[in-house]
């Protein structure tokens, strides 16, 4: 599955901590929109979709967050809640968001401008385009 937790370096001294996030550098592409979420409470799920082309780096900046990942072959559960860890996330994975923390919030580096028609937004058409591949 192309999927991939990546561990950040921490800068950190008496002051406090810092990551910094460097297009083709720790990130692996070029960084075009950046956008976080926020105020999604538990019972709340997110996501339910794929992107054809988008890639996506996500970092739960605070609290926590479970991604069920699906590459129309396998799942994968992973739960993201440390801010110095990234979640990679190619194109054409099917990604559910649940279990959102009280406060959490995702942060995300995205490859490409917002283009809904970009998404995929029905599962039954994803595995499609899975078995085409
Ligand atoms: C993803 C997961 C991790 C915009 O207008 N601009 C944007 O850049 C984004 C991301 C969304 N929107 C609009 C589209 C919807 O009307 O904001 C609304 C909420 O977006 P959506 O329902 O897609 O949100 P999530 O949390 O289900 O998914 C988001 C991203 O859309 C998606 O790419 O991978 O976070």
């Not at 991939?4 to 406090?16: A, C, H, S, T």
Request: aromatic share 10%; proline share 2%.
């Amino acid at each position: 599955m192309n999927i991939k937790l990546l561990k950040m370096k921490v800068l950190g001294d008496e002051r406090g901590k810092l990551v910094s996030l460097e297009a083709n550098k720790n990130v692996p592409f070029e960084i075009k929109r950046v956008y976080y979420i926020f105020d999604t409470l538990p019972e709340e799920d997110r996501g339910k979709h794929a992107h054809v082309n988008l890639e996506q780096l996500i970092i739960a900046i605070d609290g926590s967050c479970e991604f069920i990942l699906d590459d129309g072959k396998e799942k994968q559960n992973i739960v993201l809640n440390r801010p110095d860890i990234g979640l990679y996330i190619g194109k054409n994975i099917w990604r559910e968001m649940k279990n959102f923390s009280y406060g959490a919030k995702l942060m995300v580096l995205a490859s490409d401008y917002y283009d809904e028609k970009e998404y995929i937004r029905s599962y039954d058409e994803f595995l499609k385009i899975c078995k085409e591949k």
